[in-house]
């Protein structure tokens, strides 16, 4: 069974940084496309952040570009988030997923999710 554990996250004040990761447990996680979605109270899940398999190419949504940067260490079967420069409204709980397709870096659908972590900025 795929699991996807996530750490870090945690509460900070806004221009802070936090990193957050997502290793995988299976070795396949090196043909996978990732993801980062996050989702606020009373919203809904929205993307973040995707890498493709190899990490050539990356997508973020126009509210964190600039501001997070997603990679993955294929040797670690792990995907990273760092975000910089949080705003109160990054204030979410934030899941990663992995996509069996792994060629965009903004999958179509993806098949497994982690536990989700939660991520608070203060102003």
């Known amino acids: 069974q795929v699991q996807l554990v996530q750490s870090g996250g945690g509460l900070v004040q806004a221009g802070d940084s936090l990193r957050l990761s997502c290793a995988a447990s299976e070795r396949t996680f090196n043909s996978w496309a990732m993801g980062w979605y996050r989702q606020a109270p009373g919203k809904e899940r929205e993307f973040a952040a995707g890498i493709n398999w190899s990490g050539s190419s990356t997508s973020y949504a126009d509210s964190v570009k600039g501001r997070f940067t997603i990679s993955r260490d294929n040797a670690k079967n792990t995907v990273y988030l760092q975000m910089n420069n949080l705003k109160p409204e990054d204030t979410a709980v934030y899941f990663c997923?992995?996509?069996?397709?792994?060629?965009?870096?903004?999958?179509?659908?993806?098949?497994?999710w982690g536990q989700g972590t939660q991520v608070t900025v203060s102003s």
């Open positions: 997923a992995a996509s069996r397709i792994g060629s965009r870096s903004r999958a179509l659908d993806y098949n497994y």
